[in-house]
């Protein structure tokens, strides 16, 4: 057969078939020796063998011929977090990610070439995002434990927005969340980047309400997802490792199904009656205990009704962190009510101005 020029699409399927088989032993070895799991481990190496039966499908030659490794100009392109994976969870993401979108790439460019080997990679792509689901819900979850985390809606604010984010920032919080019902998607997103690129050089983390695609678009941290938005599994798809994935809790039995579809760590309530929501059945202190006994080290936050004086309270039980929006948002000085949560939460003399 004629050799494909160095333009042709076999490039991006050779790069692509070796990413998802090394991303495949990644997970495959998580499976085998970190988890004694020989179902899963056999199941990465069946879904590994079938991806070199399809792509050794396509001609004879077509890939090996078109490989130019000193040629490609991604060699030397590098990030810092590539060089970094906090716990094995975060290994097992990275790997998922890297094969949804070595696969999902291999199916596209292949339909230039074979639309039947399109199809195949097709089905291998959506086994894999089953059988990571999997693998990843039975490791450890780790993901940051926020001491307060202000939930952001521009019209519960006395100040601008933008004065109320630095002030937080200012206060000591760890996260904001962006909340907002009424913006466009052109509007939100660029409010979202705003917020990111106010709170990132101060090392706060940004979480999204229920957008994971707004989520991934602006940068963020995170997204937090409600009972009416994207199932956790499916967010996990589309992000990979990418996103910090939370979930709202009302009881001990929608704990246990969040964290067993993957994610990162609990919104806690409502702990106390809420302006913000008031239709929202109140759960309270006890509900905390119950939680905090039954997974001691999942990261949390309360919500609800949360003041200075409750989060004493709660602070008491053992709580580590809090998410507050009016009380914060619509206070005159919102750096100090972050200052007096802080202090409220940990017990400790007051932060120096």
Known sequence: MNEPSRHHPARILDANANRAREALRVLEDGARFLLDDPEASRGFKELRHALVE?????????????????????????????????????VIRAAAGRLG??????????????????????????????????????????????????????????????????SVVAGGADCIQVREKTLDDRALLA????????????????????????ALASGADGVHLGADDMPIEAARRLAGGRLWIGATAHDLDEAQ????????????????????????????PGFLSDFLAAHPEVPHLAIGGIDVERTTELSALGCRGVAMSGAICAADEPQEVAREVLEALHGREPMPQ
């Open 101 to 166: 979108e070595a696969l999902r790439s291999i199916e596209e460019w292949s339909k230039t070439i074979d639309p039947e080997v399109a199809a195949r990679v097709e089905v291998l792509r959506y086994r894999s995002y089953e059988l990571t689901a999997e693998l990843a819900a039975r490791f450890p979850v780790r993901g940051p434990q926020w001491r307060l985390c202000v939930v952001l809606t521009r019209a519960l604010c006395a100040r601008s927005p933008e004065e109320v984010v630095r």
């Open 257 to 284: 199904a969040a964290l067993d579809a993957g994610c990162d760590g609990l919104g806690l309530g409502t702990m106390y009656p809420s302006r913000t929501k008031p239709d929202c059945e109140t759960r309270g």
């Open 191 to 214: 409010w979202i980047e705003q917020v990111v690129g106010i709170a990132r050089p101060a090392g706060v983390s940004v979480v999204v309400n229920d957008r994971v695609d707004l």
């Open 54 to 90: 399809v792509i050794g499908s396509l001609p004879s030659g077509l890939l090996e011929s078109s490989r130019e490794t000193a040629g490609d100009v991604g060699r030397s392109i590098r990030v810092d977090s590539e060089f970094t994976r906090e716990d094995p969870l975060a």
